[in-house]
Each structure stands twice: as C-alpha cells, then as structure tokens.
C-alpha cells in the first residue's frame, strides 16, 4: 500500500531563515503525482506546490521549492527566507489508495516562525 | 480569497438534531469530496462525488448522508451525530476526479461541535 511520511512532527526557524521539511513516500507506481498543503490557523488547506514524478526538474513556488529525489523517494520542501505568514501545519500528499481519488496525507509537520 | 465556499463556519447541535453543511464551487470541477479532519492530523476522506455521482463512500456511517444536487453545489446531511463525531469538516473540489497533476482546492471547513 502507498505510504506518505512526515518524520518532523514540529520544526523552527528564525524569521528570514531557510528551513526545510521532509517528506518520503513508498509507491510501485511508475507515474504519479506529490503535493504540499500549507494549513494555517484559519484552517483552509492550501496548496503550495506540486511535482510530477516523471520532471526530472524540481519545482518551485516564489520562495518555495521542493527537492525530489526520485530514486530515494523523497520530496522535502524548502522554504526560504521565512515569513511569520508561513506558520502552519505542512502536509505533504500523494495520489494513492485503490481508488483514483484518494490522496494518502502524511501526518503534517507544524512549522513555528521566532520573529 | 476561497473558491470553495462552505457554510456554516461554526456548528454546535446536540445528538438527536438534523442539520446539513453546504458547499459551494464555481469553477467548473467536477469532482467534489468531503473530508473530517481532527485538531493536528491529516484529513481523512469520507466522500467523493465525480459528475455529480457518489464514487466513493469511505465505510462512513449512515448517520452522515452526502447529497450533490448538481456540479457546482454539495451538501452533507447530519443526523443523531455522538460525540466523537466533533471535528473540522473540510470540502474540496478538483477540475477531474482521478490522478493527475491537478490539486484538490479547499473550503475553509465547518467547525462541528457536538453535545
């Protein structure tokens, strides 16, 4: 069975700082998709950024960027210079399940910004 | 701003009320889901409507009744709900059910709180 795994359950970064979260998945599937969702207090899941397995480029988003290692089966999100509007619950999501609509969720890392 | 609209936002009724949380998109998706969500974990998927059909029911108990009256609007109709049934109810919308590289947009969620 597909598997998502968030191994930071919290991380902290001094504001203007990079931090950077990790993410590993298990899949047999040649092609398939991974996601990060940024959660904030206000509760709307939002999507940050996305990556299609078969790009060998990695993605990115403004200040935020994703290092997919393919082989490792790792998809780590960077964030740089940190903004105090980037506290929130980090997920990270993959198409799996036995269905095509289910995406399997990491357990969320909660990213504390120190102003 | 959210595209997806959900209403209430706060909902407190006791176990042997009937109520039913709203959701609202307009940006042609056809695939619409309901999600429950506790405090600091992932969402867990209860529904998927694709073109306006039921999908996929997550062994959800029939004391939740999902409802999709047509492709933009979808309801989730509460009866006799317990306690642990307390939690963020989150929908989401996404342009084709199924995998892909198109992400699930979502609403800001109902906080439900039963007594």
């Known amino acids: 069975a597909q598997t998502v795994t968030q191994s930071q359950p919290e991380m902290s970064v001094q504001e203007a700082e990079t931090v950077t979260l990790s993410c590993t998945y298990d899949?047999?599937?040649?092609?398939?998709?991974l996601f990060w969702y940024k959660q904030p207090p206000s509760r709307q899941m939002i999507l940050v950024i996305r990556?299609?397995?078969?790009k060998q480029q990695n993605a990115t988003e403004n200040r935020f960027s994703v290092n997919f290692q393919k082989a490792a089966k790792s998809f780590s999100l960077k964030i740089s210079d940190s903004q105090l509007g980037d506290a929130a619950m980090y997920f990270c999501?993959?198409?799996?399940?036995?269905?095509?609509?289910?995406?399997?969720w990491g357990a969320g890392t909660k990213l504390i910004i120190k102003p | 701003d959210t595209e997806v609209t959900q209403t209430p936002k706060h909902l407190v009724m006791g176990m042997t009320n009937k109520k039913s949380l709203k959701c609202e998109q307009h940006?042609?998706?056809?695939?619409m889901y309901w999600y429950k969500q506790k405090a600091k974990k992932p969402p867990e998927l209860m529904f998927v409507?694709?073109?306006?059909?039921?999908?996929i029911n997550e062994s959800v108990p029939s004391r939740f009744s999902p409802e999709c009256p047509n492709s933009s609007l979808l309801n989730l109709h509460l009866h006799a709900l317990q306690p642990e049934d307390s939690a963020l109810y989150l929908c989401?919308?996404?342009?084709?059910?199924?995998?892909?590289?198109?992400?699930?947009?979502f609403g800001d969620g109902t906080r439900l709180s039963i007594l």
């Open positions: 940006m042609g998706h056809r695939a």
């Open positions: 999501a993959s198409w799996g399940g036995d269905s095509n609509y289910q995406l399997i």
């Open positions: 989401a919308s996404s342009l084709t059910g199924g995998r892909s590289n198109q992400p699930q947009h």
């Open positions: 409507y694709s073109y306006e059909k039921l999908s």
């Open positions: 899949t047999s599937e040649s092609d398939y998709y």
């Open positions: 990556q299609e397995a078969y």
